[in-house]
């Protein structure tokens, strides 16, 4: 009777384990679908739009001639229209640049950098895409890990940057991120505050992916400032972190 009991308790035990696994990997977000929706709770405008990713080839420094052939390849498979080259490399120092416009009509870099010092070598493959409207992101970072996965790790940070006209008082700065952070459900990691700019970063449980940052998961990124000359208050969404200035 035990034993029959016993069997039944594990089947229940693995069922609901099954069905809490599907929940959460159905409830859970990705980074760019995380932010997204924090954008758009904003109600801000979209200024720009900025994915960037790269890998690190580490003990592998690749020639000029190779690094044009992986920058070639990258940017075919990133379907980039009207492309122009550049090649500044020197002896021992691999760089390699390519520029051209996206389908959605923004712009894409392509970087191939390769250097040695003594007995160090390494090369660093860059993709940066600037768009200036909401696109899809989650196609665009599969899109970007397709074209750079074959080379190693792909790391990817995005950001959205939006406006507000005029200047928000610091308690309307505070409202719009209290609303960002509410909607992903997260909590506020580190703050800054200080005269005309906010900056808060966070983890939401409601976002799959997240980094350890000063012994603490984070995988958002929220920063509002004034700009008086262009008299719009700037709102910048990014996970995990803002890597571009503001």
């Known amino acids: 009777m035990f034993a029959q009991f016993k069997k039944i308790s594990l089947h229940l035990l693995l069922f609901i384990s099954i069905l809490c696994l599907q929940f959460f990997n159905t409830s859970a977000m990705t980074k760019e679908e995380g932010m997204l929706k924090a954008f758009k709770n904003s109600e ?3 200024e720009e739009v900025n994915m960037n990713a790269y890998v690190n080839m580490n003990n592998v420094l690749k020639t000029p001639s190779e690094g044009k052939k992986i920058g070639l390849e990258i940017a075919k498979k990133m379907q980039i229209k009207d492309e ?5 490399s020197a002896e021992g120092d691999t760089q390699i640049y390519i520029e051209g416009k996206s389908e959605e009509g923004g712009t894409i870099r392509i970087i191939v950098q390769g250097t040695e010092y003594e007995d160090i070598k390494e090369t660093n493959l860059v ?11 989650n196609v665009l970072s599969e899109k970007i890990k397709e074209a750079l996965g074959s080379y190693g790790k792909v790391i990817i940070t995005s950001c959205i940057t939006g406006s507000y006209a005029g200047e928000l008082e610091d308690a309307e700065k505070e409202k719009v991120a209290k609303k960002i952070m509410e909607s992903l459900q997260a909590e506020e990691i580190e703050g800054f505050r200080e005269e005309n700019i ?3 970063v966070g983890f939401s449980k409601k976002i799959k992916d997240y980094i350890s940052y000063d ?6 990124n929220i920063a509002l400032r004034y700009n008086s000359y ?3 208050t700037y709102l910048w969404i990014a996970t995990p972190l803002i890597t571009i200035g503001y």
């Open 198 to 200: 906010i900056s808060i």
């Open 84 to 88: 122009t080259l550049k090649d500044t």
């Open 215 to 220: 012994g603490h998961k984070v995988n958002i």
């Open 230 to 232: 262009e008299k719009k």
């Open 127 to 137: 993709i940066d895409v600037v768009e200036n409207k909401l696109i899809d992101l």
């Open 44 to 46: 801000a405008t979209v």
